[in-house]
């Protein structure tokens, strides 16, 4: 499983240390631990978040805001016990005290809090958890992507932007799965019909979609990540239920609209960020990274991107000293750095306060089917516990 | 409603009768030779990769699928002569480490060779989109398809078990082991045919199904388990058995998917369940296993072992 995973990750330390012997007379580089999943059926995330950091870095020549960085990855298997043990190396006998990565909850949650206890300061580049927003924030803690609810909260300002009358849910048992489904739930103006519940990791939904042919929904909230909405969507296809908008967030990126092709055409999706989002910060990130790696970045790989510059700017503001961590989180608060989203800002409780743009299906030219950028549904969105936080 | 419960009939009948496919060639190597084989679910792997990645390639389903039978079968040969072969003296704990590994090896190098992402796979134009049976009925074409060849198999497996030698031979062998042995047959040849037929058959499900399913590395560690739990219900060794099991464990996962939740719903509150609901569903399979287990310890159609 780690054979594709370690391969670029050495390559990659071998480069970075190359370029920073070149200037290590200069200033010694500065650590960065990029604790993130990149093994096992979720690896797909982190792939895309580490490679859209490091070709950040790359255009710099293994700098981020003209100071030299030391990036060291490793591969947690979306497992929180090895998460713990890499956390504790990389404090204890690497001296890291500058965190990002960490792609799934549960992760998150079992190592964030130690990293923040050492002092070190931890930048989410995926869903921040509720558990670490509103009244539990740290001043040490910072979200680039979105706020733990906002997925959920934008699939609902989709619908009702659509003027969706009512609707069936669909998501697996567990907390994530529940955590949106409440977030969309509170945000969806129209009716629920009826909530569906179904196994984590299931592959066979033929009594859940004979449920939703019954009850005819206007569309579907689905909250089934991975192989969970690819197996969902080839069997919806099948049914005798003609064209059903199913909302799904962030779940359902451009690679797998490409795998699935015509039975993803009803997708709904919503994200901060689309490919086609039209700055000259993001048309330059989807240039460089398809010549790069020879495919589109997903929304996950713009959080690792501007992640990246957002640590360059921290770093361009302190030169490089990140000793002084309240000029480190001063700098990072500033978030001065050309965003692909156009325009960063931070909220209160340090999540970003940001757009959120709704996107639907089609084909292109060469006949894949990719999503759209279908207009705006947020505005400087935040999170809705931003003012629980006192610090 | 009537059209609901006919439907969900045939959801019952095709996940029952694809469950089947699986365990068929399962259930004959645990109890012909006694082999705990885990394994079982990365052939099934193998053969929706294959399907996919042939028939992606030439265009054509049926290559796809003839290229799967041949691929699991020779895959399963290999891991006879190589592996499987050492571990019959050996005791389920060793069986268990060695499969499990070889499910690690087959995941890894699934990864390896595709990637992490599922790949992409269309169902045949023929076979794709709803089969209209009246005005409010219809049923998808694919799955009806599923339900055809799962009668099909087993049809033809009930007549190779019970009207061929191969299949005589095969059956005592799964009861009397070493009488067939001392009349002279080759049981290391048994042994090899049989395990080659079963992963052959666990690559035909495995390639079946790969339309519906995202196809990808790991996508059949889940279903060995509820494999497994069949061939319990149905009595180890037993392909009768293994087919009433599988319909059996297809009708109950439905029930519990469709019927309990609207059961409960109009008799508690919604909040309890809901709760109760999705953890009743989640164990129904197994509820129906330890009800089993109590009435007839070795399975509904256990040979003497």
Same mark, same amino acid.
């Given at each position: 499983m780690g054979i594709s995973a370690v391969k670029p990750h050495l390559a990659f330390l071998s480069a970075a240390l190359a370029i920073g012997a070149s200037v290590a007379h200069a200033q010694s580089p500065v650590k960065i631990g990029l604790i993130t999943t990149l093994?096992?059926?979720?690896?797909?995330?982190?792939?895309?978040?580490?490679?859209?950091?490091?070709?950040?870095? !790359?255009?710099?020549?293994g700098k981020l805001g003209g100071v030299p960085v030391d990036l060291m990855v490793a591969d947690d298997g979306l497992n929180p016990n090895t998460a713990k043990d890499i956390a504790e190396r990389m404090l204890q006998h690497d001296g890291i005290r500058l965190f990002t990565g960490i792609i799934y909850t549960n992760v998150t949650l079992a190592i964030v809090p130690d990293l923040l206890r050492a002092g070190a300061v931890v930048i989410q580049n995926n869903t921040g958890p509720v558990e670490?927003?509103?009244?539990?924030?740290?001043?040490?803690?910072?979200?680039?992507?979105?706020?733990?609810?906002?997925?959920?909260?934008?699939?609902?300002?989709?619908?009702?932007?659509?003027?969706? !009358?009512?609707?069936?849910?669909?998501?697996?048992?567990?907390?994530?799965?529940?955590?949106?489904?409440?977030?969309? !739930?509170?945000?969806?103006?129209?009716?629920?019909?009826?909530?569906?519940?179904?196994?984590?990791?299931?592959?066979?939904?033929?009594?859940?979609? =004979?449920?939703? !042919?019954?009850?005819?929904?206007?569309?579907?909230?689905?909250?089934?990540?991975?192989?969970?909405?690819?197996?969902?969507?080839?069997?919806?296809?099948?049914?005798?239920?003609?064209?059903i908008p199913m909302y799904a967030a962030t779940t359902v990126s451009e690679q797998v609209t490409a795998t699935v092709g015509e039975a993803a055409r009803n997708v709904v999706g919503s994200a901060p960020w689309t490919p086609d989002l039209d700055n000259p910060a993001s048309r330059k990130f989807v240039a460089e990274f398809r010549e790069a790696y020879k495919r589109t970045p997903t929304v996950y790989a713009a959080n690792g991107y501007d992640t990246a510059k957002l640590i360059g700017s921290a770093l361009a503001a302190t030169r490089g000293d990140i000793s002084n961590i309240a000029a480190v989180r001063k700098a990072i608060l500033a978030a001065k750095f050309d965003s692909v989203r156009g325009k960063f800002a931070f909220g209160a409780s340090q999540y970003p306060v940001e757009d959120w743009y709704m996107t639907t299906v089609s084909k292109d030219a060469s006949g894949t089917y990719v999503p759209h950028n279908a207009g705006k549904v947020l505005t400087?969105?935040? =999170?809705?516990?931003?003012?629980q936080c006192k610090f | 409603?009537?059209?609901?419960?006919?439907?969900?009939?045939?959801?019952?009948?095709?996940?029952?009768?694809?469950?089947?496919?699986?365990?068929?060639?399962?259930?004959?190597?645990?109890?012909?030779?006694?082999?705990?084989?885990?394994? +079982?679910? =990365?052939?099934?792997?193998?053969?929706?990769?294959?399907?996919?990645?042939?028939?992606?390639?030439?265009?054509?389903?049926?290559?796809?699928?003839?290229?799967?039978?041949?691929?699991?079968?020779?895959?399963?040969?290999?891991?006879?002569?190589?592996?499987?072969?050492?571990?019959?003296?050996?005791? +389920?704990?060793?069986?268990?480490?060695?499969?499990?590994?070889?499910?690690?090896?087959?995941?890894?190098?699934?990864?390896?060779?595709?990637?992490?992402?599922?790949?992409?796979?269309?169902i045949p134009s023929y076979l794709s989109g709803p089969l209209r049976l009246t005005a409010d009925l219809s049923y998808p074409k694919y799955r009806a398809f599923l339900i055809a060849l799962g009668v099909a198999i087993a049809v033809l497996l009930h007549i190779v078990m019970g009207r061929t030698r191969v299949g005589m031979r095969v059956r005592a062998g799964s009861t009397h082991r070493e009488l067939v042995r001392a009349l002279g047959v080759d049981v290391r040849g048994l042994f090899a045919l049989v395990f080659g037929l079963g992963s052959m058959l666990a690559g035909f499900a495995g390639a079946l199904i790969a339309p519906l399913q995202a196809v990808e590395a790991g996508m059949g560690d889940q279903i060995v388990i509820l494999a497994f739990v069949v061939i319990v219900i149905g009595g180890v060794g037993s392909v009768r058995g293994a087919f009433f099991a599988s319909l059996m464990v297809g009708i109950v996962d439905t029930l519990g998917r469709v019927v309990l939740p609207f059961l409960l719903k109009s008799f508690t509150a919604p909040a309890v369940s809901t709760a109760l609901s999705i953890g009743v569903s989640s164990t129904a399979v197994y509820l129906l296993m330890a009800a089993v287990l109590i009435v007839r310890p070795a399975g509904l159609f256990a040979g003497r072992a």
């Open positions: 093994s096992t059926a979720g690896g797909a995330l982190g792939q895309d978040m580490r490679d859209a950091f490091q070709l950040a870095a !790359k255009e710099e020549g670490l927003d509103g009244k539990n924030c740290n001043p040490n803690l910072f979200g680039s992507a979105w706020h733990g609810e906002a997925p959920g909260e934008s699939a609902a300002a989709a619908a009702n932007a659509r003027n969706t !009358k009512q609707l069936m849910t669909i998501v697996p048992n567990y907390t994530s799965g529940l955590e949106q489904r409440g977030a969309f !739930k509170r945000g969806f103006k129209g009716q629920i019909l009826d909530d569906i519940l179904v196994k984590l990791n299931q592959t066979d939904y033929a009594a859940e979609i =004979s449920q939703i !042919k019954l009850r005819r929904p206007e569309g579907i909230y689905m909250f089934l990540p991975g192989g969970m909405g690819i197996s969902f969507m080839r069997q919806l296809h099948q049914a005798d239920i003609g064209d400087a969105h935040g =999170s809705p516990y931003a003012d | 409603m009537a059209a609901f419960a006919f439907e969900q009939s045939l959801n019952a009948i095709q996940l029952g009768l694809t469950l089947f496919l699986l365990t068929a060639g399962l259930t004959l190597t645990f109890g012909f030779m006694g082999v705990i084989n885990l394994a +079982h679910g =990365s052939v099934y792997m193998i053969g929706a990769y294959v399907l996919a990645a042939v028939s992606l390639r030439t265009g054509s389903f049926l290559i796809g699928i003839a290229a799967a039978l041949l691929t699991t079968g020779i895959i399963g040969l290999l891991l006879e002569l190589s592996l499987v072969r050492r571990l019959y003296r050996r005791g +389920h704990l060793d069986q268990v480490l060695a499969t499990f590994a070889v499910i690690l090896i087959a995941n890894g190098l699934t990864t390896w060779l595709f990637g992490r992402q599922p790949i992409q796979l269309d």
